[in-house]
């Protein structure tokens, strides 16, 4: 990132509010005193606007008490982004709101990295550039994200890119799914035309055939785990052929129920939106259907568990969760879980058929020559029933 000033002052002309400024630079609260002397007002979204109507007089005042306060002050060519912001929102097909999101020191412009899900200019932008700020576009369907200057040539227009859900991915920094960020037009309503027609189908598609690789990965984790587990309740013996005793088992079965619950995790997490893309896609077809409402009945059976995992690990969560062991706790959320581990095993192939034909956006794919699969998912049923769920 090029070397910046320790403390500037960008400034920006909204028709709502008159002049806003953002303060940025490693020393930014020098601009906020200079700011704050020459009568800004602080808005919500951390940046400033001027006190009244005059914004001539507002701005020569503030240049005096910048140079006083070792504060640079631009002045931008571009309206000011949160007007931008708005008005790309209230063109965009749902309901969607706009926030300014204020970066004045350089690390907080780094932490953004880990939530920005793009492979395209913007997050080279955010790596290699200063962005002072930008505006997050939020969906009332979840549906999050950025939009930041192109440059700093008007003509150049705007970057957008998504910034993945904090509640269901931990990093997506570099995530190989990641939906490549466009250029925006300047102009608000053509800007808000190519994200409806161009970013938002590329974004759907990426993000389901993310879920779907979490998902996968894990029920193919979860299914070693299980046969092997029910190998050892079935023989009452090791991989290594070594005979166990009664508490040799019932180790390895609480061993099983620990490593399950990780496993099924994303399942829990990831799996809920590809099933409802999964059910507008398999309206007609009776099988299927049934195939998609049985696992989602599963998922919803193991919600409580999911629900009181994530409460442990609230600071403010209920204290008889929070004060067992770990490791308990994950067994006998493993316990909870392994009924619906049995069906997502059962249903993993015709499962994966399903949400690859689900695709948003794409037309779904004959079916083929064969018959029609069963409704009734092909369960796991060894000779007796697999240990953890004693």
């Known amino acids: ?49 001027t006190p009244g109507p005059d914004i001539r007089t507002a701005a020569v005042k503030l240049l005096s008490l910048a140079h006083r306060h070792r504060t640079t002050v631009a002045v931008s060519q571009r309206p000011f982004l949160g007007d931008v912001a708005d008005r790309i929102a209230e063109l965009l097909p749902g309901t969607w709101t706009a926030q300014v999101e204020i ?24 790596e290699d550039q200063r962005v002072p700020y930008a505006a997050k576009l939020t969906s009332d369907t979840g549906v999050e994200l950025l939009l930041a200057h192109r440059g700093e ?10 910034l993945a859900s904090h509640q269901e991915f931990d990093n997506s920094y570099d995530n190989p799914y990641a939906p490549t960020g466009i250029a925006l037009p300047s102009r608000p309503g053509q800007a808000a035309k190519a ?12 993000l389901h055939a993310r879920r779907l690789d979490a998902v996968v990965t894990a ?12 190998a050892i309740w079935e ?6 052929g070594t005979l166990l005793n009664g508490d040799e ?34 309206s007609e077809r009776s099988a299927d259907a049934d195939i998609v409402a049985q696992l989602s009945e599963t998922l919803a059976g193991s919600q409580a568990a999911l629900d009181a995992w994530r409460h442990r690990r609230h600071p403010g969560s209920a204290q008889p969760w929070r004060l067992r062991p770990p490791a308990e706790v994950r067994t006998q959320l493993g316990l909870q879980a392994v ?52």
């Open 153 to 162: 040539d008007p003509r150049l227009g705007y970057l957008v890119g998504a």
């Open 103 to 126: 970066y004045s020191h350089p690390v907080w412009q780094g932490d953004l990295l880990p939530w920005l899900w793009d492979r395209g200019e913007l997050v080279r932008t955010v």
């Open 249 to 282: 088992v019932a180790t390895a079965n609480r061993a099983f129920t620990v490593r399950a619950w990780r496993a099924f995790h994303p399942v829990l997490t990831h799996a809920p939106g590809l099933l409802q893309q999964c059910a507008a896609a398999v």
């Open 339 to 390: 009924p619906a581990i049995e069906t997502w095993l059962g249903a993993r192939d015709a499962f994966v058929r399903i949400a690859r034909s689900a695709v948003p956006g794409s037309p779904a794919q004959p079916p083929g020559n064969g018959p029609a699969p069963s409704a009734q998912l092909a369960v796991p049923s060894p000779s007796r029933p697999p240990g953890p769920r004693r």
């Open 235 to 240: 023989s009452g013996r090791s991989s290594d």
């Open 1 to 49: 990132m090029p070397a910046n000033p320790p403390a500037a002052i960008t400034l920006a002309y909204s028709r709502t509010v008159g002049l806003v400024a953002v303060a940025h630079g490693e020393q930014y609260k020098w601009a906020h005193t200079a700011l704050e002397q020459a009568g800004f007002t602080k808005r919500n979204d951390g940046a400033y606007s």
């Open 195 to 206: 994200i409806t027609d161009t970013f938002l189908p590329a974004y759907h598609q990426a």
């Open 219 to 230: 029920l193919d984790e979860l299914r070693a785990e299980y046969d092997a587990v029910t």
